[in-house]
């Protein structure tokens, strides 16, 4: 039987796919559903995903299934409003994967075999959660750590220090030539929807009287997000309380709120050479490798090497593709994988009674 590869990077803001066949696409891992009759007929869809659902936003019962890094309400134990939200999680998961395998264009009668990547300390009831979610929407499917499929699609699999910023979490992992131990991967809980969040604290107080939404906050850090020592100005125009749009400098609360992500790294990254054989640290230094969104912040790179200075000399490299090094790193993967580990993880399948994706 033929077969279509498929690398994934399931993240908390955006999911990415590549596929064997050469198409690629990324989208908002963010479901809608109509809110009543009105909107669904208006819409004529049952469901929406990625840039629609921000489009008709206001008609619409939304859902982002993961907060980070996890699915939400995944500790729910049994019953009650928790595990409502949890099933409601797993179904707006398991759409957007569908969605994603279908933006590929998978031919008809071909068998899908993929990685995913999630992250780097994800829960053991977390990934068997992803994991009975992407084998109902493929033939087989296996997980690996996010920054260890960065780190492949860069051909840097052996002594390297690989940091996937997303929205969520903050990834870290050692790359030596081998599949990651749980010993050298590391999730900070912080990413770029806190960088979002704390900027909006910080211009509630420096600026009352503006108005600042939450996607406008996101947008300005995108474009503007800097961190490091001088400061530039960055007016934006916003809405004000009772009056008409104004012009606001918000480089201050912007730099603040984008510097506790650096700080978020660095000490991760301290960490990480604190577990890891001193022996191995001047090289390991030499190679750190940014990937995700969070990555781009201006300044992020000089930054991280100011900080480790008194480690040694320093080598910070930004992936140019950020948005879909993960995927292409887990696409590889798959494509790499020899035939008879695929069998492998098929047949360990059947033995356990995984449900397989409908033919």
């Known amino acids: 039987m033929d077969i279509l590869f ?13 596929a064997s066949n050469g198409m690629r696409t990324v989208q908002q891992t963010v479901v ?83 990685v995913v990547g999630v992250p780097a300390e994800a829960s053991v009831q977390n990934k068997q959660l992803l994991l009975e979610l992407a084998r109902e929407v493929m033939d087989v499917a296996v997980l690996v750590p996010e920054p260890f499929a960065v780190g492949f699609c860069q051909d840097q699999a052996q002594n390297a220090l690989v940091v996937d910023i997303g929205a969520g979490t903050i990834d870290l992992c050692h790359l030596y030539g081998a599949l990651p131990t749980e010993h ?14 704390d900027f909006m604290k910080r211009m509630a107080e420096a600026v009352p009287h503006a108005r600042l939404a939450l996607g406008v906050a996101r947008s300005i850090k995108e474009r503007h997000g800097f961190v490091g020592t001088e400061l530039h ?3 934006v125009s916003l809405p004000t309380r ?22 978020a790294v660095v000490d991760g990254l301290r960490e990480m050479l604190d577990r890891l054989d001193p022996e191995f640290h001047s090289e390991l230094l030499a190679h750190i490798l940014l990937g995700g969104g969070g990555s781009q912040l201006r300044g992020l790179d000089d930054y991280i090497d100011s900080a480790l200075e008194s480690y040694g000399q320093v080598g910070v490299t930004r992936l140019h593709d950020s948005a879909f090094a993960g995927a292409t ?21 059947q033995r356990s009674g995984f449900r397989r994706r409908a033919a």
Request: proline share 6%; charged share 20%; with cysteine.
């Open 32 to 114: 809608g559903w109509p809110r009543d009759y009105v909107a669904r007929k208006k819409l004529g869809k049952e469901v929406l995903f990625g840039e629609e659902v921000q489009l008709h936003r206001l008609a619409l019962n939304i859902v982002r299934p993961f907060h980070k890094g996890a699915l939400k309400y995944g500790s729910a134990s049994s019953g009650g409003a928790d595990q409502s939200g949890l099933e409601r999680s797993k179904l707006a998961a398991k759409l957007i994967l569908e969605n994603a395998i279908q933006s590929v264009d998978p031919p008809s009668g071909h068998q899908i075999l993929g």
């Open 329 to 349: 790193g887990a696409l590889r993967l798959a494509m790499s994988m020899p035939e008879e580990d695929w069998k492998a993880v098929q047949q360990a399948d």
């Open 242 to 263: 009772g009056g008409t749009p104004q012009i606001v400098d918000v480089s201050v609360p912007l730099h603040a709120a984008c510097t506790t992500l650096a700080d």
């Open 184 to 197: 050298d991967q590391l999730t900070i809980a912080y990413g770029g929807d806190y960088v979002d969040e």
């Open 233 to 235: 100005p960055v007016p």
């Open 6 to 18: 498929v690398g994934i990077d399931f993240g908390t803001m955006n999911t990415a796919i590549v």
